[in-house]
Protein backbone atom coordinates (compact mmCIF):
# COMPACT_ATOMS: atom_id res chain seq x y z
CA UNK A 1 0.00 0.00 0.00
CA UNK A 2 0.91 3.68 -0.11
CA UNK A 3 0.74 6.72 2.34
CA UNK A 4 0.77 9.84 2.04
CA UNK A 5 1.16 12.37 4.46
CA UNK A 6 0.78 15.78 4.72
CA UNK A 7 2.77 18.49 7.55
CA UNK A 8 3.41 21.67 8.28
CA UNK A 9 0.41 23.22 8.50
CA UNK A 10 -1.02 25.34 11.14
CA UNK A 11 -1.93 28.88 11.92
CA UNK A 12 -0.34 32.34 10.75
CA UNK A 13 -1.37 36.16 10.23
CA UNK A 14 -1.83 37.96 6.57
CA UNK A 15 1.27 38.32 5.14
CA UNK A 16 3.55 35.26 7.10
CA UNK A 17 4.52 31.94 5.38
CA UNK A 18 4.32 28.34 5.86
CA UNK A 19 6.00 25.61 4.27
CA UNK A 20 3.95 22.47 3.94
CA UNK A 21 5.45 19.04 3.43
CA UNK A 22 4.51 15.71 1.73
CA UNK A 23 5.90 12.36 1.70
CA UNK A 24 4.65 9.08 -0.11
CA UNK A 25 5.85 5.62 1.50
CA UNK A 26 5.27 1.62 0.37
CA UNK A 27 5.66 -0.11 -2.15
CA UNK A 28 6.18 2.36 -5.06
CA UNK A 29 8.10 1.72 -8.09
CA UNK A 30 8.05 5.36 -9.42
CA UNK A 31 6.42 8.51 -8.55
CA UNK A 32 5.17 10.56 -11.58
CA UNK A 33 3.56 13.58 -10.44
CA UNK A 34 3.40 14.85 -6.43
CA UNK A 35 0.73 17.66 -6.11
CA UNK A 36 -0.81 19.96 -3.98
CA UNK A 37 -4.97 21.05 -4.19
CA UNK A 38 -6.95 22.41 -1.38
CA UNK A 39 -10.72 22.68 -0.38
CA UNK A 40 -11.55 26.19 0.69
CA UNK A 41 -15.49 25.03 3.16
CA UNK A 42 -17.98 25.21 0.35
CA UNK A 43 -16.19 24.83 -2.57
CA UNK A 44 -14.87 22.26 -5.00
CA UNK A 45 -10.89 21.30 -4.35
CA UNK A 46 -9.08 23.16 -6.92
CA UNK A 47 -5.16 22.39 -7.92
CA UNK A 48 -2.27 24.38 -6.23
CA UNK A 49 0.99 23.35 -7.61
CA UNK A 50 2.08 19.93 -8.96
CA UNK A 51 5.50 18.42 -9.88
CA UNK A 52 6.50 15.83 -12.64
CA UNK A 53 9.46 13.76 -12.42
CA UNK A 54 10.43 15.35 -15.14
CA UNK A 55 11.05 18.72 -13.81
CA UNK A 56 7.59 20.12 -15.41
CA UNK A 57 5.78 22.50 -12.44
CA UNK A 58 2.44 24.22 -12.91
CA UNK A 59 0.84 26.33 -10.25
CA UNK A 60 -2.76 27.02 -9.57
CA UNK A 61 -3.72 30.78 -10.43
CA UNK A 62 -4.15 31.45 -6.43
CA UNK A 63 -0.55 30.24 -6.23
CA UNK A 64 1.47 32.14 -8.61
CA UNK A 65 3.63 34.44 -7.59
CA UNK A 66 3.59 32.93 -4.14
CA UNK A 67 4.15 29.51 -3.49
CA UNK A 68 7.01 27.57 -5.04
CA UNK A 69 8.11 24.15 -4.88
CA UNK A 70 11.28 22.14 -3.75
CA UNK A 71 12.25 18.89 -2.39
CA UNK A 72 13.06 15.59 -4.50
CA UNK A 73 9.70 13.64 -6.39
CA UNK A 74 12.51 11.03 -7.05
CA UNK A 75 12.64 10.52 -2.83
CA UNK A 76 8.95 10.90 -2.74
CA UNK A 77 9.19 13.94 -0.95
CA UNK A 78 8.24 17.52 -1.46
CA UNK A 79 7.59 20.96 0.25
CA UNK A 80 5.69 23.69 -0.59
CA UNK A 81 6.67 26.92 0.67
CA UNK A 82 3.67 29.59 0.76
CA UNK A 83 4.63 32.78 1.19
CA UNK A 84 2.40 36.31 1.19
CA UNK A 85 -0.62 34.44 2.79
CA UNK A 86 -4.03 35.57 2.96
CA UNK A 87 -7.19 35.23 4.78
CA UNK A 88 -8.58 33.70 1.48
CA UNK A 89 -5.86 30.76 1.70
CA UNK A 90 -7.77 29.27 4.22
CA UNK A 91 -8.28 25.91 3.73
CA UNK A 92 -7.52 22.23 4.18
CA UNK A 93 -4.56 21.49 1.81
CA UNK A 94 -4.12 17.77 0.22
CA UNK A 95 -1.27 16.15 -1.46
CA UNK A 96 -1.85 13.49 -4.17
CA UNK A 97 0.87 11.40 -5.44
CA UNK A 98 0.49 9.25 -8.62
CA UNK A 99 3.24 6.79 -10.08
CA UNK A 100 3.28 2.92 -10.88
CA UNK A 101 3.39 0.45 -8.17
CA UNK A 102 5.30 -2.21 -10.74
CA UNK A 103 7.07 -1.74 -14.46
CA UNK A 104 5.63 -5.21 -15.63
CA UNK A 105 2.83 -5.33 -15.30
CA UNK A 106 1.72 -1.91 -15.77
CA UNK A 107 -0.17 -0.92 -11.90
CA UNK A 108 -1.00 2.43 -11.03
CA UNK A 109 -1.98 4.59 -8.21
CA UNK A 110 -3.16 7.05 -7.07
CA UNK A 111 -2.96 8.30 -3.52
CA UNK A 112 -4.22 10.79 -1.59
CA UNK A 113 -3.59 12.52 1.90
CA UNK A 114 -5.72 13.02 4.63
CA UNK A 115 -5.43 16.63 4.28
CA UNK A 116 -3.52 19.66 6.68
CA UNK A 117 -5.15 22.84 7.70
CA UNK A 118 -3.68 26.32 7.32
CA UNK A 119 -5.69 28.79 8.71
CA UNK A 120 -5.18 32.58 7.93
CA UNK A 121 -5.92 35.72 10.16
CA UNK A 122 -5.98 38.88 9.19
Known amino acids: QVQVVESGGGSVQSGGSLNLSCAAS????????MSWYRQIPGKDRELVAT???????AYGDSAEGRFTWSGDIRKNTVQLQMSGLKPEDTADYYC????????????????WGKGIRVTVST
Open 96 to 111: KAVGRLSFDPYEPFEK
Open 26 to 33: GAIYVTTT
Open 51 to 57: VSRGGAT
